[in-house]
Each structure stands twice: as C-alpha cells, then as structure tokens.
C-alpha cells in the first residue's frame, strides 16, 4: 500500500529570545575580549550550540572555581544562585550574567514571596540548573515539588500563606495538574502573579497540540538535557501522536520509524539552531516526505538587549551591541 507522505511542521519552534540573546551574549563576549570566554554551565542545552562556540573559543566549565583569576566568565540562560555572584566576585572574575529575563523574573518573585514570609512550593525537576538557581534565592522558603506525585511529600510551616511558583520550561498541563493537587492539599495557595511558564515554551507546545492528532510520528530536534524539548516529545504522545522521538541532529533518525507513516511532524525547542531542522526537512525529504506543511500556533518577535555589563564594554569598543534574531524558525516556511 501506497501513503501519502506529507511534513508538518511547527511554528514557532526553535530559539527563543532567551537563548538568542544569551548565545550571542558569547559571541559578543569572544569577539571583544577575545578568546578564551569561560562559561559556567551549557550556555543553553544544545550540543551543536556548545560545540561551535568551544570551536571559536568558549570554554564550558561547570563551577567557577574552575576559571582563572581574573578571566571573564558567562552565566547560562538558565540562571544561577546568588553565592554563585559571589564566589565569582571573591575570585575577581569578570562575570557577564545571560540568564534569560523571564528567569530572573522568577527569581524576583521567590525573593518578593520569601521576603513575606511565604512557603514558595516551586514545582520543576529536582537537579534542573534553573531550579537549582532559583532555590538559591531563598533556600530556608522554598520547596522543589517534582511533578504530581511529589505533591504528598510537601510540608509547609504554614497552609495560609503558600505560594507556587515553576520552572519556565515545564509542561503546561502537567503543572496544571500538579497545581489541582496541590491545592487539594493547601486551599488557600495563593498563584504566580504572571505565568511562569515562559511564552516559548506555551508556544512550542500549542503547535505540537495541533500537529499531534493528524501526526503519526513527530520528531522533536533538540538534546536530551534540554527541558522544553523532552516535553515536546511528551506533549506530542499525550496529545494524539502515534509515536515520538527526540533526535539532536537527523542522522539519529532511526529509518525503521517511518514504516507505515504518512505524516512526520517536525518541531525544535527552544535552544535549536534551525540549521538542524533544516537538515531533518533534507532527510525527510529524501526520502519522500517532501510536502512540508506549515502548522502556524503563534507568532513571535520578542527580543532581549544583551546584558548590561556587555553593552557597555561593547559600546565603548564601537562595537554593535543589538540582539540580532539571526535564527528565526518563525521566518522560515
Ligand atoms: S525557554 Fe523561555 S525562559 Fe528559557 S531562555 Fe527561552 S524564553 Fe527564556
């Protein structure tokens, strides 16, 4: 039998404001300081990302005592604790913050509810480097809760004044259900003033919701450290796909999972070069599925100037220091 093979693919998907700015952020930082440019942490979960900028430079460690006195160092979009600041400065370290806004927004928000006196039960996944940030902003008042099954391990000092709050890139009808439980348990839990949930990962996953039902198999590019990501291949089987996977380049696509598929849905997360995406579409397209449909949810053109402290220092250099969104999947169909 013959199929009707057919591409649909998702926008918006791939970078986010967050992640453009926060890789151009070390971009800027190598070409005005030059190399090497430390940086704490995956600048953002994606491998091709980190492995071209080691190539131009960029020195990924994991805690800031690996960095030499003295040098310049990078903060990851995902955010960091404040000892972290401080063990940065006590070992005189340049450190240019790329922690995405809407991170540092929560983090604004834990120390505002702490500050009150609040139980702030953060739902995100236990060892995430966001949650790990954000925890240390007000360690005596917060408390990890790790989806709906955690939500019968939580103590709080006290049922009337609590508050949630999450990681920005959690599955948004998994934290909702975490949400129901909780408040089960604590009628008077109070909510984030604003989603915290960023727009990008909402974004991501309207797409795939749509695409999922009339999708036999969806192939999600993106790495498997990276949160938005794994839950778009989540999302994707919860909401009628027949089968998923999350591949960070197309050579992982396994041939063997286009039997009997008529529709591929293709979409990326948020830290994605559409560069990856483009070759999925080749090797899709290669092999037959060569009708690409686009499946439009949102559309997006948020952008975020690059950190203070580097305007400045490119300012005073001549050079340009505008985010330029130089990866745009939403442009691109
Ligand atoms: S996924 Fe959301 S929170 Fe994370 S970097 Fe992108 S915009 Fe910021």
Redesign the pocket.
């Known amino acids: 039998m013959t199929v009707e093979k057919k591409v649909l693919l998702a926008a918006p998907r791939g970078y986010?404001?967050?992640?453009d700015r926060?890789v151009v952020t070390v971009e800027k930082a190598l070409e005005l300081y030059g190399p090497p440019v430390y940086v704490r942490k995956q600048i953002?979960h994606n491998k091709h990302v980190v492995s071209t900028l080691e190539k131009r430079g960029a020195i990924f460690v994991e805690e800031t005592d690996e960095v030499p006195e003295g040098a310049t160092v990078v903060f990851s979009?995902h955010g960091v604790a404040p000892v972290v600041h401080e063990e940065a400065k006590a070992r005189s370290l340049k450190s240019i913050d790329a922690t995405?806004p809407?991170?540092t927004k929560v983090h604004r928000e834990a120390v505002r509810f702490a500050d009150d006196a609040y139980d702030i039960l953060l739902i995100g996944h236990e060892g995430h480097e966001e949650v790990v940030g954000t925890s240390g902003e007000a360690p005596d008042h917060i408390t990890i809760v790790d989806g709906p099954d955690d939500v019968d391990n939580v103590q709080v000092r006290d049922p009337e004044k609590v508050v949630w709050l999450s990681q920005?890139?959690l599955s948004v009808d998994e934290t909702m259900a975490t949400v129901a439980r909780l408040r089960e348990r604590f009628p008077k839990l109070e909510s984030p003033p604003s989603d915290d949930i960023?727009?990008?990962?909402q974004n991501r996953q309207l797409a795939v919701k749509a695409m999922a039902p009339k999708t036999d198999l969806m192939i999600v590019v993106g790495s498997r450290n990276s949160s938005?990501s794994v839950r778009l291949v989540e999302v994707a089987l919860e909401h009628g796909a027949r089968d998923g996977h999350l591949v960070d380049y197309a050579e992982e696509i396994d041939e063997a999972w286009l039997d009997g598929v008529a529709t591929v849905g293709v979409t990326s997360g948020?830290s994605v070069p559409e560069v990856l995406v483009r070759d999925v579409l080749d090797w899709l397209s290669e092999r037959g599925y060569d009708d690409v449909e686009p499946v439009i949810a949102a559309e997006e053109s948020l952008l975020f100037a690059l950190p203070n402290e580097l305007r400045r220092d490119l300012k005073a250099a001549g050079i340009a220091a505008k985010t330029v969104r130089h990866d745009a999947a939403t442009h691109l169909h």
């Open positions: 986010c404001a967050g992640v926060a953002v979009a995405c809407l991170v920005t890139t960023c727009y990008a990962t938005n948020a």
